[in-house]
T-cell receptor
Framework: NAGVTQTPKFRVLKTGQSMTLLCAQD?????MYWYRQDPGMGLRLIHY???????AKGEVPDGYNVSRLKKQNFLLGLESAAPSQTSVYFC?????????????FGAGTRLSVL | GQNIDQPTEMTATEGAIVQINCTYQ??????LFWYQQHAGEAPTFLSY????GLEEKGRFSSFLSRSKGYSYLLLKELQMKDSASYLC????????????????FGGGTRLMVKP
């Protein structure tokens, strides 16, 4: 079982460049999430999706865009990268009909913006 | 909004017992999660509490007191492989904007187990 797969695993960008992070899940989950993790600050929600074709802003959405064209994929875009976006990005998914609604995480993407 | 506090670092000895505390303030409460995260890896689910009391799962137990806004994770018979960060996360009672499962995470507690 692959679970939640994130690509790429590492990336270095120059300020102003753009890129897209891909998240794919094979568990048929409705809900998907993008977080960033910075030292001492825990995981913070960037954007999330409650189903195919729907997205919404989380706690720290500025500078990011997302799309959920297919149920299994959730893309996170950086249109013009800034050094403040240097972070580790985690994607997660969860199953809405489960009472606990546990979130399952991908292995992360380590992004450096120079 | 929500505010979640947990110690930044803890150190314990192999074979011992360690308790990691988490306090929270929230406008609504619909469950508390503990996740384990080894360095450079993804967080993985450990435990879930929605009612007061203790939930036991092998060497790990989690306790919740909703009236005190308090939880702890108890790790028994510590092993070297338990060296990791432990993340406390609280779920809102009411979904925001049809958000489903919205979690707010604390900063994590880095546990170092020494021989």
């Amino acid at each position: 079982n692959a679970g939640v797969t994130q690509t790429p695993k590492f990336r270095v960008l120059k300020t102003g460049q753009s890129m897209t992070l891909l998240c794919a899940q094979d568990m048929n989950h409705e809900y998907m999430y993008w977080y960033r993790q910075d030292p001492g600050m825990g995981l913070r929600l960037i954007h999330y999706s409650v189903g195919e074709g729907t997205t919404a802003k989380g706690e720290v959405p500025d500078g990011y865009n997302v799309s959920r064209l297919k149920k299994q994929n959730f893309l996170l875009g950086l249109e013009s990268a800034a050094p403040s976006q240097t972070s580790v990005y985690f994607c997660a998914s969860s199953y809405e009909l489960e009472a606990k609604n546990i979130q399952y995480f991908g292995a992360g993407t380590r992004l450096s913006v120079l | 909004g929500q505010n979640i506090d947990q110690p930044t670092e803890m150190t314990a000895t192999e074979g011992a017992i360690v308790q990691i505390n988490c306090t929270y303030q929230t406008s609504g409460f619909n469950g508390l999660f503990w996740y384990q995260q080894h360095a450079g890896e993804a967080p993985t689910f450990l435990s879930y509490n929605v009612l007061d009391g203790l939930e036991e799962k092998g060497r790990f137990s989690s306790f919740l007191s909703r009236s005190k806004g308090y939880s702890y994770l108890l790790l028994k018979e510590l092993q070297m492989k338990d060296s990791a960060s432990y993340l406390c996360a609280v779920r809102d009672r009411l979904p925001r904007n049809n958000a489903g499962n919205m979690l707010t995470f604390g900063g994590g507690t880095r546990l170092m187990v020494k021989p």
